[in-house]
């Protein structure tokens, strides 16, 4: 199946050398089983994963100077998470380009937040593989430090077991 995704190239702000990249982060496991594709979007997922944990923890890092390591763990949470990983991808629009079978998408897969957030994993891995990793650092950055700057403000809110733990120790 051609599918045309340079609409979410632009929306990324990433034209792909190699499409079938692309492509592939928008495969679901239930696509591959239902076509001729033999590969899932599960490997660039778990790629995506690492490197968005990286580019966060360095942003974080350099960008709260004034936060202490506890701070930047749960600034680091607050984007780092399913949820927010789907809000970004339905910002995207990556749930309309998104490759299911017909059983998962009649039970309204392009809207969950698992299907969501691995593949907005899946596109941040095939955007490092295709751009590098000035590439995937520069995408991160655009997708979420307005979402870290945002999230400072409700740290005290963010971890409520390590707060009672702090509160406990004194």
């Keep these: 199946m051609v599918v045309d995704l340079s609409p979410l ?5 990433h034209t792909f050398t190699d499409p079938e990249l692309l492509r592939r982060a928008m495969c679901h496991r239930s696509w591959v089983a239902e076509s001729t594709d033999t590969d899932s979007n599960e490997r660039l997922e778990f790629l995506g994963d690492a490197v968005l944990g990286w580019v966060i923890a360095d942003i974080v890092y350099r960008g709260f100077s004034d936060q202490a390591e506890g ?3 749960d600034l680091r949470k607050s984007v780092v998470n399913a949820i927010a990983l789907a809000e970004v991808a339905a910002e995207l629009h990556i749930g309309d380009h998104l490759l299911l079978g017909r059983g998962e998408d009649a039970a309204g897969g392009r809207l969950k937040v698992s299907i969501l ?3 907005m994993e899946a596109v941040l891995g095939a955007v490092y593989l295709d751009g590098g990793k000035d590439a995937a650092y520069d995408l991160i950055g655009r997708l979420f430090t307005a ?3 945002a999230a400072v403000s409700t740290l005290d809110r963010l971890d409520y077991k390590s707060a009672l733990q702090e ?3 004194t």
Aim: charged fraction near 30%.
């Design 71 to 73: 701070a930047l763990t």
């Design 167 to 169: 509160l406990s120790a």
């Design 147 to 149: 979402r870290l700057e």
């Design 9 to 13: 190239e632009q929306r990324l702000g």
């Design 117 to 119: 957030s691995d593949a």
